[in-house]
């Protein structure tokens, strides 16, 4: 038979493992935050544009451009029912910085590759600077539901080793 004081030692101790387990799970989430690994907890200062506009900003053209000084961008617009463009061709090990923006109403995009998932709100432009190192094809799936043709808007994220 335990003696109560015995009780008490292991009560003690186990209130200590859990006070310990709550202390680390607050440290992984505020880690996590603070790291991005919480894809999308922070962009980018957000930056509104007007979504009816959207002609007469660099979202005119969607799809990737590559500056004369290197840098990789790549403009993606959103709305009912497709990603324009609709499949997206980048680099592989080179950051690229993509820059999504809906035009109607709200869509959603997750790139499991890159470590992005963006709510994509008429226009607030969402972008990620990101480095995808595995060359392949990754479909996604617009993850918010938009309306009647929801489920045929899907993306293509295609990642070229360098040749
Ligand atoms: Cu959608």
């Known amino acids: 038979m335990l003696d109560h004081h015995t009780i008490e030692r292991y009560e003690l101790g186990w ?11 607050f440290a992984g989430v505020i880690a996590s935050m603070i790291t991005e690994t ?6 980018s200062p957000a930056r509104y544009i007007n979504p009816t506009q959207l002609s007469k900003t660099e979202f005119a053209a969607p799809g ?3 500056s004369p ?5 790549a403009y993606m617009v959103a709305r009912a029912f497709q990603f324009q463009p609709n499949v997206l061709r980048v680099p592989a090990n080179t950051p ?56 045929t808007m ?8 360098p040749k």
């Open 15 to 25: 209130l200590v493992v859990a006070v310990v387990m709550v202390l680390l799970m």
């Open 38 to 43: 919480v894809p999308g907890m922070f962009g």
């Open 64 to 66: 990737l451009k590559v």
């Open 69 to 73: 000084d290197g840098s990789v961008n």
């Open 96 to 151: 690229v910085t993509l820059h999504f923006v809906a035009a109607d109403v709200i869509h959603g995009l997750m790139l499991g590759q890159g470590n992005v998932n963006a709510e994509l709100v008429p226009g607030q432009v969402a972008t990620f600077t990101r480095t995808f190192k595995s060359a392949g094809t990754f479909v996604s799936q617009c993850n918010e539901y938009c309306g009647s043709g929801h489920q």
């Open 154 to 161: 899907s993306f293509t994220l295609i990642v070229e080793a």
